[in-house]
């Protein structure tokens, strides 16, 4: 065994975010040992090994489509199983670094036990949770709730020893909130060789594009209504004047998953929704 040792902590299930799943079993093939910290569907092992990594998942599903307060206090009663459960592990064998995935991003906190001891705090952030508050909030909480997000986005990131983002985007608004370029590192989610190598790669469709092959715009992602995915949707019936064969394919999870159309046609084109 490797006495490099890694944990992760994420509330999401394990197998549905490629991002936590790809990088730990990235860190395996490097040779590290690692363990994953994740919520359960009632189906689903307390502990498996999958891959070479550890998963321990919290006796809790995260849910979608719930309201801000309800959210908010799943994300503290995990806070606190998780926190028990990687002191419990750490205790067994320490870790030399805690890798946290956002949202929430005070989720870092679970990682106090370890850091005290010596380990490394990473926080990955995927979403910003003041953007992506004052898009959930209504009414005049949504002030409030920003301004929470803010705070609790200023300690967890000065908490951290080192901050990843998906991309220049993200890593710009946090600049622009104080966090220093030098702390920060994108890893953008790119599609991974070993299942996507080059000698599977099809040429390019240079023909007219018919019924049996069309022309493919896929998403992949939240369904949620902060995404625009209605947006897409009548773009792609305007397309379909200059592209007839033109298809929209979409695959994900979230609550607006009912409101997504599952294939059918509108003004003469095909809007697919793959779950």
């Known amino acids: 065994m490797s006495s490099y040792r890694i944990c992760a902590v994420t509330f999401d299930r394990y197998f549905f975010d490629p991002r936590v799943r790809r990088l730990a079993e990235a860190a395996v093939d490097g040779g590290y040992d690692m363990d994953v910290v994740c919520v359960r569907q009632p189906q689903e092992k307390y ?55 956002n949202m929430p991003d005070f989720l870092v906190f679970s990682a106090l036990v370890p850091k005290l001891f010596g380990a490394k705090v990473i926080l990955d952030i995927q979403d910003s949770s003041p953007e992506l508050m004052a898009v959930k909030a209504r009414g005049w909480t949504r002030t409030i709730v920003v301004r929470l997000a803010l705070w609790q986005e200023r300690i967890s990131v000065a908490f951290a020893d080192h901050i990843i983002t998906i991309g220049w985007t993200l890593e710009r608004v946090l600049q622009r909130r104080g966090v220093p370029k030098k702390k920060m590192t994108s890893i953008m989610n790119s599609a991974d060789p070993k299942f996507f190598p080059p000698s599977l790669r099809c040429p390019p469709n240079t023909t007219a594009f018919t019924e049996t092959r069309p022309f493919v715009l896929m998403y992949h992602g939240t369904l949620a209504e902060r995404q625009g995915l209605d947006i897409a949707i009548r773009a792609v019936a305007l397309a379909s004047a200059v592209v007839p064969h033109i298809r929209l394919d979409m695959k994900g999870r979230g609550e607006h998953l009912p409101i997504v159309p599952k294939d059918v046609d509108i003004y003469g084109h095909h809007i697919f929704c793959l779950i």
Not at 49 to 64: A, E, K, L, Q
Not at 71 to 80: D, R
Not at 81 to 87: E, G, K, N, Q, R
């Open 47 to 101: 502990h498996e090994t999958c891959n070479g990594v550890h998963i321990y998942r919290v006796p809790m599903d995260r849910g979608f489509g719930r309201a801000l307060p309800l959210t908010i206090l799943n994300w503290c009663y995990f806070l606190l199983l998780a926190t028990v459960i990687v002191a419990w592990l750490h205790r067994k064998h320490p870790y030399k670094v805690v890798h946290v995935h």
